[in-house]
């Protein structure tokens, strides 16, 4: 959320950290002022003077109240009195101070003063265009550093890449000589008095003849050279981008789409690959290439080489303007892909839903429109291109007339041969080939740093959740210490306040409360999918931040109530938690989960293909077969979240059969709703506001009528009303 909107006239940017206006004075009148903040102080401005300087150390706690028709901001002491109203403004403001609270509360909790907000719309900081989907700026980027780190990714195909120069380089050599020959054979045996030469004709033939074979050989091992650098690199990437995507943590992956990923795993990279082919080594070459001819046409008649050369810096200066121009409208195209790919992706996971809802026609439009805006994008940057190119070569076309025109009134005159001057307006031809493909270079760059950007973004990403140098590899035992745990997805805005308790070995914990409290955050930080920010958690006296994250994740297992089944069989998903299980063992897990009775009833048993995400199978089925997974798992920590939600009581008895063996002797953390569910616990845990209310077991809650007491009371009275209502539903 964006907290520097607008700062009073005479004031600038470096003066404050946070910066809102508010448009009420504390007689709710309207007014323009601005509250400003440094890291130890707040300033308030009406009409751009100073009117209130407070120390943030003044105040214990911040606050906004919504009062009638507008709100305030506030500062409190510890014990509530001596509240100062610092400002107020109208309700539409009021998220946004709200959220400068929460900073400032966490600043008095922690000593920390963040400066930096999650900023729903990020901007580059440069140019100020949104960064939509990524942290680097498509146009602020040194897109030649983004090159310089592809190419350093050839390194372990070195010897492939050189022989690809090497071949180029030959080829160019080939290239060159061919004007030569040329010019013997115009010289020597062409022209009329040199008619009936001997056998030098013959052998000028032969010359020509090995020329055009060696130079095929030459574009045989130069391919060969490429296109295995460029699949060897292309694939690298694709594989270096998946493994990155699997090690960030829950946090970063949630700010992409799934869409997202795939396009840069798979088209991102591709495109990268399809660079590397045609013109990972072009640019060594032709370098080279333009030195070495240049060279020659200025030695052979410098007044003629510098004619044909005066277009070049008209060129280089349309390239230069080119350039820029030509990353935007690349990055645009990017962006509408990305649109494409994360449309796509949803509609098809969502088929179901849509289907459902009769939305095919809907859903058809919105693809159409979103494969239109890529092709329009695409359109408008190859516009660009196309409508500057017939330009610069026709610019560099004036120095081949030139040159032509020059040329001849030599040969006329006596001053050239023929030859010569076929052999100088080839070199010419061959200098401008180098020029021509330094023009593209605007469009070919522009087109491959886009995806080079999104790749190394992600390649470069540094994970909130990281292994220390030397982790420890765990055996777990089953005692779990949460110790003044404090948790936020943003860390001033936190989700978990305060939580300290102690889980020990082979217990069963309840976590309930009302929904939003952070019972699913507490298992996320079991399994470490994020870290706490501030507190530690203990699995055995050890800190799970000591832990490797590969033991730890080894020894728990996880049932949630959507259960993800992947693409293949029965038996692979069982086998998922243990590759090299033993059929035997796949049986028994399957039998203790209740599951093996109805797969055997399958088609093809364990062999039945269960479908996209598991759906030719019922909820119950899935989920039976996620705890036979867990089961062939064998963790020392069982995770229950919503296990048993949404189940007919039929197919709920047969999954708790099963939990309550997969549970026994094993430390187990469950979350429902259903309090009922959770009748076996050895102790709940109860959550209210982020903070822990209750820890004990369920008579003792009971009996001391706290917020246990009311959840329980509350479900028994809608219990009883849908008793009543299905009742009444029944008599009529």
Request: proline share 3%.
């Amino acid at each position: 959320m964006n907290l520097k909107v607008s700062l009073p006239k005479g004031h600038n940017e470096s003066e404050f950290v946070f910066y809102l206006p508010f448009d009420l004075n504390k007689s709710a009148r309207r007014t323009e002022g601005h509250l400003c903040v440094t890291e130890n102080e707040i300033f308030v401005f009406i009409d751009g003077e100073l009117s209130d300087k407070y120390s943030i150390d003044d105040f214990e706690e911040f606050a906004c109240e919504q009062l009638v028709g507008c709100s305030m901001m506030v500062g409190r002491n510890e014990d509530g009195s001596g509240q100062k109203c610092l400002c107020a403004f109208t309700q539409d403001k009021f998220i946004k101070f709200a959220e400068l609270c929460k900073i400032l509360e966490h600043y008095k909790r922690t000593g920390i003063f963040v400066k930096e907000t999650d900023n729903h719309e990020p901007r580059c900081p440069k140019c100020g265009m949104p960064l939509e989907s990524g942290t680097e700026c498509p146009f602020c980027v040194n897109k030649l550093a983004v090159m310089w780190k592809l190419i350093k990714r050839t390194a372990p195909y070195k010897w492939y890449f050189i022989g690809a120069v090497l071949c180029t380089v030959a080829a160019e050599i080939v290239g060159v000589i061919w004007p030569y020959v040329n010019k013997i054979l115009v010289d020597n045996y062409v022209t009329p008095k040199t008619l009936g030469a001997g056998n030098g004709f013959f052998i000028i033939c032969s010359v020509m003849v090995g020329l055009t074979a060696f130079g095929g050989l030459l574009d045989y091992l130069n391919m060969k050279c490429s296109f295995k650098v460029a699949l060897s690199v292309g694939r690298d990437l694709r594989q270096d981008v998946f493994e990155k995507s699997q090690s960030l943590s829950m946090s970063s992956i949630s700010k992409r789409t799934a869409g997202e990923l795939i396009k840069r795993v798979s088209n991102d990279a591709n495109k990268l690959q399809s660079f590397i082919t045609d013109n990972g080594k072009d640019a060594v070459v032709k370098v080279f290439s333009l030195i070495i001819v240049a060279v020659i046409t200025f030695m052979m008649n410098w007044k003629l080489a510098l004619i044909a050369v005066v277009p070049v810096p008209f060129v280089a200066l349309i390239v230069k303007r080119l350039f820029n121009i030509m990353a935007i409208r690349y990055g645009v195209v990017w962006r509408m892909g990305f649109r494409h790919s994360t449309l796509l992706h949803d509609i098809l996971n969502g088929i179901k839903v849509v289907k459902s809802y009769g939305n095919e026609k809907r859903e058809i439009e919105r693809y159409t429109e979103a494969s239109s805006n890529v092709a329009k994008a695409s359109t408008r940057a190859e516009t660009v291109w196309y409508l500057t190119w017939p330009l610069s070569d026709f610019i560099m076309t004036i120095g081949s007339f030139f040159v032509l025109y020059f040329g001849a009134n030599s040969v006329l005159n006596a001053e050239m041969t023929l030859g010569t001057l076929m052999q100088f307006t080839s070199y010419v031809w061959m200098l401008y080939v180098p020029i021509r493909w330094l023009i593209q270079i605007p469009r070919i760059l522009a087109d491959a740093s886009v995806s080079a950007t999104k790749v190394f973004e992600i390649l470069e990403e540094k994970s909130d959740v990281r292994d220390i140098e030397n982790p420890v590899d765990l055996d777990i035992k089953g005692n779990i210490e949460f110790d003044d745990v404090y948790f936020g997805y943003k860390v001033y805005n936190p989700v978990l306040k305060g939580i300290s308790c102690k889980i020990n070995q082979g217990e069963m914990i309840g976590i309930v409360g009302p929904s939003g409290v952070g019972k699913s955050t507490m298992i996320n930080l079991v399994l470490r999918l994020y870290d706490c920010t501030q507190g530690r958690i203990l699995i055995d006296g050890v800190d799970i931040r000591n832990i490797s994250q590969k033991s730890l994740r080894s020894q728990i297992g996880v049932v949630l109530q959507e259960t993800f089944l992947f693409e293949g069989s029965v038996l692979d998903n069982i086998t998922y938690a243990k590759p090299n299980a033993t059929f035997e063992e796949i049986i028994e897990a399957a039998k203790i989960a209740n599951a093996h009775e109805f797969i055997t009833k399958l088609p093809d048993g364990y062999n039945t293909r269960v479908g996209n995400k598991g759906y030719s199978l019922s909820g119950g089925e899935r989920q039976r077969i996620a705890i036979a997974r867990a089961i062939l798992h064998n963790p020392k920590i069982i995770i229950l979240d919503e296990a048993t939600a949404s189940l007919d009581t039929q197919t709920e008895k047969h999954i708790q059969e099963a939990l309550a063996r997969l549970t026994k002797g094993r430390t187990t953390i469950a979350i429902a709703h259903r309090l009922s569910t959770l009748s076996n616990a050895d102790r709940l845990l109860v959550l209210d506001r982020g903070k822990l209310a209750e820890f004990g077991t369920h008579d003792e809650l009971m009996r001391n009528k706290g917020v246990y007491y009311k959840l329980v009371m509350a479900q028994r009275q809608t219990t009883r009303m849908k008793k009543v209502a299905n009742a009444e539903l029944a008599a009529t």
